[in-house]
């Protein structure tokens, strides 16, 4: 099992300005990274997007649509 913590913009040891848009914004670009580099380094098991506090609402809009269950 791996697990990836990461701070948003403006929280924990980020930099910059924390904002709703920019939290979004963040979300998104980690779980693309993310996925794209379990793929490149052959992992293929289960990708499960968890959030807590305010990680939530990014856990959720990530995948909002159900498009981005990963599936074996």
Sequence with gaps: MNFLVVDYRGYGRSSG???????????HAIFE???????????GGAFIVMGRSLGSASALNVNGDGSNFLTK
């Design 33 to 43: 990274f993310t996925k794209g580099w379990l793929g490149e380094n052959g992992y």
């Design 17 to 27: 300005r924390p904002t709703v848009t920019a939290m979004m914004r963040d979300c």
